[in-house]
């Protein structure tokens, strides 16, 4: 089992970057694929982000594809995401995400078992 803990997230203009970091906890962090989530108010939760164990292989939504950037470092059992040229509509809770199955593109949230407690972002216009 794995714990998640987000941080990084808060306010910032269009146009501006955020990095957002999530830790886990337990000593099998690279056993794991990890992804980041968003979930705008009125809206169901939507994919961003995913990786794989190694780190090698990285997937991106559509809408952040050449503005955001996931990445994760295992010795320090953390992964990242870089947002940059934010707009008003990448507003959301962002959540990191773990599971033990898949290789990381999994777009759907039934497709992870842990969860973090999630980060607000929010970009003004």
């Known amino acids: 089992q794995v714990q998640l803990v987000e941080s990084g997230g808060g306010l910032v203009q269009a146009g501006g970057s955020l990095r957002l970091s999530c830790a886990a906890s337990g000593r099998t962090f690279s056993s794991y694929v990890m992804a980041w989530f968003r979930q705008a108010p009125g809206k169901a939760r939507e994919f961003v982000a995913g990786?794989?164990?190694?780190?090698?292989?990285?997937y991106y939504a559509d809408s952040v594809k050449g503005r955001f950037t996931i990445s994760r470092d295992n010795a320090k059992n953390t992964v990242y995401l870089q947002m940059s040229s934010l707009k008003p509509e990448d507003t959301a809770v962002y959540y990191c995400?773990?599971?033990?199955?898949?290789?990381?593109?999994?777009?759907?949230?039934?497709?992870?078992?842990?969860w973090g407690q999630g980060t607000q972002v929010t970009v003004s216009s």
């Open positions: 990786i794989s164990r190694s780190g090698g292989s990285t």
């Open positions: 995400a773990a599971d033990r199955a898949g290789l990381g593109y999994d777009r759907s949230p039934f497709g992870y078992h842990y």
